[in-house]
């Protein structure tokens, strides 16, 4: 029993060096797992992903976003990450309006070496912006709105206060032409 297991190893390994790139692929790794950004409409704000290379081969790796290109943009979007390697990607997110956006990020990475055919790999990450107004835009709308509860306010003040002293003295009764009615 204890030479077929032996056996068995053997043959196994034997398998893996004669073979060795059968299940392999370029490795590709983020953090964070997933991006969540707030900002403000019309404003860029920015966000930092850390992409790892895996693998132990120089792989080609371009990062895009799936939807949104023209709010998003990535930088770098193309790189080339040496074994075991990491690199800093800058993340930045400019919304049009205040709203929200929800998309993947795609990152890719292939074999730098065409020689050795490696698939290629690669993973996506959710990226969901919440996008507010601009902090002076909602000062703007408050004023105008304290402006003209202001202005309401004072028509029915003057209404219900002054014209109604006006109306008083200005009566027909008082008034010094007036005569007084008879009956």
Known sequence: MKIFTKLF??????????????????????????????????????????????????????????????????APSTLELLPQKNQKVIITVTPKRASALSTHLSIKAQAKNPENFEPNSGIKIPLIVHADQDAKQRAIISLVTLFVIGVLLGILCYHFFVSKKLRQKFAPEHHPLSRPKRL
């Open 9 to 74: 190893f053997v043959l196994v390994f034997s398998d893996f060096l004669i073979h060795p790139n059968i299940a392999q692929a370029i490795g590709v790794g983020v953090t964070p797992s997933h991006i969540e950004i707030t900002a403000t409409q019309d404003q860029p704000t920015e966000s930092m992903i850390t992409v790892f290379n895996t693998s132990d081969q120089t792989a080609l790796i371009t990062i895009q976003a799936d939807e949104f290109q023209d709010r998003i943009s990535i």
